[in-house]
């Protein structure tokens, strides 16, 4: 028999997905065209530098997996290719996870210049791979940055990298009946604009805005986004004011959780289904399952982000 111990562990480990959450994260990918969740966490990944708090510790301790950062691939197997969405600080293990599937890396699409989406670049470089010609697609001031800049301009000067120009909402055609569109959204633009995607494959459409500033912010109305694609994954950075204590979190805006519920919360039964929070901060607590916050996006309707999620992008 068992312990009791494992018997509650079993039990929770079984309530914790739904049905369809526990396909989405089965070991077995589509033999289809499909978009693949290869990271879920905020521009710092989880654990974090430095935090030894309660978020965190049981990380260190091995108790709890870690995330990689946010990132998604466009997965066509059809031709053992994929497109990345972000380069995040974990693209090595990222890769990995394209590799070990026979998946070559067909482009990278980066949505701006924060730490979380563009350093994973440095891999490529003259002291890593030593990559060849890889597509990157960035927006115009994207790619100054990384043409002027340093590090980034030696990847471009000794053609690991080839940058591909991007135009908001103008969209790229791939191969394998694939497009994507990039759309500006307000953010913090230090250093490049700030993109989400809209990923077209052969039958379904997905959204992919994994930071902003607040929904109100923007001059489109993010409902009616949701409304026109199958998936919606969207920039859940922290749950709710007050997070962060100390700290004035009006300095770093972003959709909370319980704000963006409460935006959605006309939406039908179908539409919520479509939303995958992504992009949490260490100190957001749905990243831990035996939290009321993560139980309370689920009895919403709404759904959270998990590393190996799949979702297909054809019938």
């Not at 526990?22 to 990944?45: C, T, Y």
């Not at 301790?61 to 969405?85: H, I, Y």
């Not at 980066?110 to 979380?116: E, K, M, P």
Request: hydrophobic fraction near 40%; glycine fraction near 6%.
């Amino acid at each position: 028999m068992l312990p009791s111990f494992l018997i509650v562990l079993i039990s929770l480990l079984a309530c914790s997905l739904t049905p369809q959450q526990e396909e989405k994260v089965s070991n077995k990918l589509p033999d289809q065209p499909h978009l693949l969740v290869l990271g879920v966490a905020q521009d710092a990944g989880y654990p974090q530098a430095g935090c030894q708090k309660d978020c965190c510790q049981k990380v260190w301790e091995g108790v709890v997996a870690p995330k990689q950062v946010s990132c998604l691939a466009l997965v066509d197997p059809t031709q053992n290719r994929a497109w990345l969405f972000d380069a995040t600080p974990g693209f090595r293990e990222q890769l990995h996870q394209l590799e070990i599937r026979g998946l070559e890396l067909a482009g990278i699409f980066l949505t701006h210049a924060h730490i979380g989406h563009y350093t994973g670049l440095m891999q490529l470089g003259h002291e890593a791979m030593g990559a060849q010609g890889v597509p990157v697609y960035v927006m115009p001031r994207m790619k100054t940055y990384l043409e002027n800049d340093g590090p980034w301009g030696q990847l471009v000067n000794y053609k690991n990298i080839v940058l591909q120009p991007l135009v908001a909402d103008s969209t790229i055609h791939l191969p394998g009946n694939f497009s994507v569109t990039p759309f500006l959204v307000p953010h913090r633009d230090e250093y490049s604009e700030t993109v989400g995607y809209r990923i077209e494959g052969p039958d379904k459409k997905a959204l992919f805005i994994p930071d902003i500033d607040k929904w109100e912010r923007w001059n489109r109305d993010i409902t009616a986004e949701i409304q026109q694609v199958d998936y919606a994954f969207l920039d859940a950075t922290f749950y709710a004011d007050g997070e962060i204590p100390g700290r004035a979190m009006h300095e770093i805006p972003h959709p909370f959780i319980e704000e963006s519920m409460a935006r959605f919360e006309e939406l039908s039964a179908e539409d919520k289904e479509k939303v995958h929070f992504i992009h949490f901060n260490h100190t957001n607590p749905v990243l831990r399952k035996d939290t009321e916050a993560y139980q309370i996006v689920l009895k919403k309707g709404y759904h959270v982000a998990e590393e190996g999620m799949s979702f297909l992008v054809t019938k």
